[in-house]
Every structure is written in C-alpha cells, then in structure tokens.
C-alpha cells in the first residue's frame, strides 16, 4: 500500500468515531507522522467542540516535532472562523510543512480556500488521496450542502413473500418481521442519523416510539407526515423521549426542502410503503435498507418497488440484509 493511503485509511478509520455526533459538521478524521511514524491523531468532536486536526495536533506532547511530520486528513481542512478557528491557521501557526487531503471540501465556505491558505504559507500540499473513499465517509455533509437535502436512507423489512405489513391486525403495534439481532442494528442505524421519517398512516397502526432503545446512542429527531395536524397527541412520538417535528407536505421535494431548512442533514425513513414509494418515484433517495425475514403473510402490503444497485448483502442470524444504492 502506497504509504500516503496508508495514513489516509487511518484517518477514514478514525474519522467513524464521530458518526452520529458531529453533525452539521462532518466527521473527519487527522493523522500527524513523523519518520514513518503516527505521534498524533484526532476525530471531530461532537458538534461545537475541536475539529480533527485541532484534536490530533493537542495530541502531539511535544509540539517542536511538528515542524518536520506530516498531517493527513480526510477534508480539505477549514480555513473560515465557525463554532471554532480556522484550522488551516492552526496548522500553519504550529509549522507543519506537509499536508495530504483525502478529498476538497466544495462547501462554498471552503471549497478550495484551505488548500490556498496553507500553499501560500509555504506547505507542501497533496489532495486526492483516497479520494472515493473519503468523499463516501462524508455523503451527508456532501449530500446537504450540494443537493439541498439530507442525505436519505430508505428502510424497511419485508416478508419472504413481499409484503412489509398485515393487511389488518388486532393490536396498534408493529407487527415483526425480522430478529431482535437486525432489531438492534436499526436501532444503531437511527443514532447514526440526524432524523428518523414515518408516514401517518405507520404512526397510527403501529404507534412506534422511534427510538435507539436498544442500542446506546443519541435519538434521532422524529419527523411525522401529518397532512391534517390530526394525530392524537398521546401516541409514542409525540412523547418527551426526542424532539418531534410534524410536517404537513406530500411530496418527498417539499419534504426535503422542509428538512434542509430544518438543517436536517441526513434522514433515515422507515415508512410505510406509500411514505417509501412517494421518495422511490421522485428519485430522492441515495442509500435503501432492506430485510428480508423468514415470515410469510401470504397477503398484506406490498413492499415499495424499487430499482437500485445492490452493494452488499450479509445475512443476520436468518435475516438477510440487502443494501443498495440509488442509480
């Protein structure tokens, strides 16, 4: 392995650290070597804390040795005063002379001006390293602030025979279809997100609290499709358990611009099947989850139709977990 790529994967490694924390900011990931070796490194802190390069750089005991290492990063670092300073100024004040960019950041704030910055000053500047892989680790910030939308992931689960609910039921509760196992993934998945989507018609059958109850994270902002304002206020999402914001939209672009607006930057939607196809048919969806448990209804809701490219499956204790991303 070419050895900047080496150090960039580090950062990619590290930079996960911050996922479901950062936002707006994205999560990035600093490494600081010197003679072939790691005497630093740092990942964003949660939103209004240090930057990576701020946190890799404090990490470095003693400082005289930055004037001869090399900081790598995953983004373009920033070169405008935010939450916090610049921190193209702070690798400069501190004399670093090599700097490797996994990918720019086209943020209009940025885009380009760190990268400027930092030559003017006189340092040796490398971009494109592991430059795929770096602009995937920050989809949603890219998402947002070049589409003007969060960065949408598509989930739900569905029978063997194709169906993601009973066509009636006796109980207002969901109706499962997978393992606790893949139960607790989706609970992880809704920390890793900003905001949690759902239709009415899911809220009023299943009266879900749309929580990470099962999994140690932050809970995501629950967002509600309520045409008519008219859902009963002591149902599970309307309690004190997360924020809960109710829109009263019908189309996934008025939606998203909603959610932009919002500062929204990543959204994950659970349904039901019209709240899933009405984002499938406009086009605005970049990842889909899918779920196929060993269940059969035999008759029910059909699950969304979709055409994507499948990048990964993996199967979990019978559940098997297809994951595709928009064409």
Excluded at 9 to 21: D, H, Q, S, V, Y
Excluded at 63 to 84: D, F, M, R
Excluded at 199 to 228: E, H
Excluded at 256 to 263: G, P, R, V
Aim: proline share 4%; hydrophobic share 35%.
């Amino acid at each position: 392995m070419k050895i900047h790529e080496k150090y960039i994967k580090r950062c990619i490694e590290i930079a996960k650290n911050g996922l479901g924390t950062t936002r707006p900011n994205p999560m990035v990931g600093a490494v600081i070597v010197k003679d072939n070796k790691i005497i630093g490194e740092g990942f964003t802190s949660p939103y209004g804390g240090s930057h990576a390069e701020v946190n890799a750089i404090n990490s470095v005991a003693d400082k005289n040795l930055l004037k001869e290492a090399t900081i790598y990063v995953t983004l373009e670092p920033c070169s405008h005063y935010g939450k916090t300073p610049p921190c193209s100024d702070l690798i400069i004040h501190h004399n670093i002379p090599n700097v490797v960019i996994g990918c720019i950041d086209d943020n209009e704030k940025v885009a380009g001006k760190g990268i400027k910055k930092l030559m003017e000053a006189g340092c040796n500047v490398s971009v494109g390293v592991l430059e795929v892989e770096c602009k995937s680790l920050h989809k949603r910030f890219f998402t947002f602030h070049n589409k003007k939308r969060p960065y949408i992931i598509l989930k739900w689960a569905q029978t063997t025979d194709g169906f993601i609910a009973p066509k009636t039921k006796n109980e207002q509760k969901p109706v499962w279809i997978t393992n606790t196992f893949s139960r607790q993934l989706v609970h992880k998945w809704r920390a890793e997100e900003q905001a949690i989507l759902v239709g009415y018609n899911t809220v009023l059958a299943d009266n879900p609290s749309l929580t990470t109850r099962d999994y140690f994270g932050q809970n995501p902002v629950r967002i509600v499709i309520d045409n008519n304002n008219s859902l009963p206020k002591d149902l599970n999402i309307f309690n004190a358990e997360a924020e809960t914001i109710s829109l009263q939209e019908n189309t996934a672009k008025a939606i998203c611009n909603e959610l932009f607006n919002a500062n929204i930057n990543s959204v994950i939607i659970e349904g039901g099947s019209k709240t899933l196809q009405t984002f499938i048919n406009e086009g605005l969806w970049d990842e889909a989850r899918v779920f196929k448990g060993a269940v059969v209804f035999n008759e029910g809701i059909e699950a969304p139709k979709f055409a994507g490219k499948l990048i990964s499956t993996e199967t979990i204790a019978g559940d098997i977990l297809e994951i595709y991303q928009n064409k």
